[in-house]
């Protein structure tokens, strides 16, 4: 996933000020996704949308291709994605064009 913070352990003073974590959205990298029907992978999504719930953040899949992944997805308890089943990158006029048909709001 990319990103690393330490915190503080739990017996230092600070704690108490680390204790809501700024969060609003957690996203899950296309290479769970891609391998998101193993068991072990599945178990990592499920945990992570998990943790998004009790924190009451989004969680996001990325790099969705198939309507497999989706499903598994949804399984999971993962409330968006995106990626090319969605829709591929195009230039901002022709993306406009395609918001404004109302394209592109399927939902996860």
Same mark, same amino acid.
């Given at each position: 996933?990319?990103?690393?913070? +330490? $915190? /503080?352990?739990? =017996?230092? /003073?600070?704690?108490?000020?680390? #204790?809501?974590?700024?969060? =609003? $959205?957690?996203?899950? =990298?296309?290479? &769970?996704?891609?391998?998101? =029907? @193993? /068991? *072990?992978?599945? +178990?990592?999504?499920? %945990?992570?949308?998990?943790?998004?719930?009790?924190?009451?953040?989004?969680?996001?899949?990325? *790099?969705? @291709?198939? @309507? #497999?992944?989706?499903?598994?997805?949804?399984?999971?308890?993962?409330? @968006?994605?995106? *990626?090319?089943? &969605? *829709?591929? /990158?195009?230039? %901002?006029?022709?993306?406009?064009? &395609?918001? #404004? $048909?109302?394209?592109?709001? #399927? %939902?996860?």
């Amino acid at each position: 996933m990319g990103t690393r913070q +330490a $915190r /503080p352990k739990v =017996d230092q /003073p600070q704690t108490t000020k680390n #204790r809501k974590f700024p969060l =609003d $959205r957690i996203k899950i =990298d296309r290479s &769970f996704v891609e391998a998101v =029907d @193993e /068991p *072990g992978t599945a +178990a990592i999504v499920g %945990a992570i949308a998990g943790l998004g719930a009790s924190l009451g953040a989004a969680v996001t899949a990325e *790099g969705v @291709e198939t @309507e #497999r992944q989706l499903g598994a997805l949804r399984l999971s308890g993962c409330g @968006e994605a995106q *990626g090319y089943l &969605f *829709g591929k /990158p195009a230039p %901002a006029a022709e993306a406009a064009a &395609f918001l #404004r $048909r109302g394209a592109g709001t #399927r %939902a996860a």
